[in-house]
C-alpha cells in the first residue's frame, strides 16, 4: 500500500514519500531532511557548517 503524498520543499507539488528526485522541479531529495551534499549527513536550515564532516554550508556569491 502507498504512503501519502508529500509537498516538495521547493515547489510545493506533491510527491510520494520515498521520491529521491521531484518530477516536477527536478530538485533533489523533495521531501526527506535536508542533507549536507558531501556526506548526506542530516543538516538543518540556517547552519554554516555539516556536523558531520565540517562541509561549508554557506553561497558566497
Known sequence: MPGFK???RYCNQLNP???KVCPFCGKVNPV???R???CQNPIQKGW???SGCGLSLEISC
Do not use: A, N, R
Request: glycine share 6%; aromatic share 0%.
Open 32 to 34: 526527506g531532511p535536508l
Open 36 to 38: 549536507c551534499p558531501k
Open 17 to 19: 514519500p520515498e521520491s
Open 6 to 8: 508529500h509537498p516538495c
Open 48 to 50: 554554516k557548517t555539516c
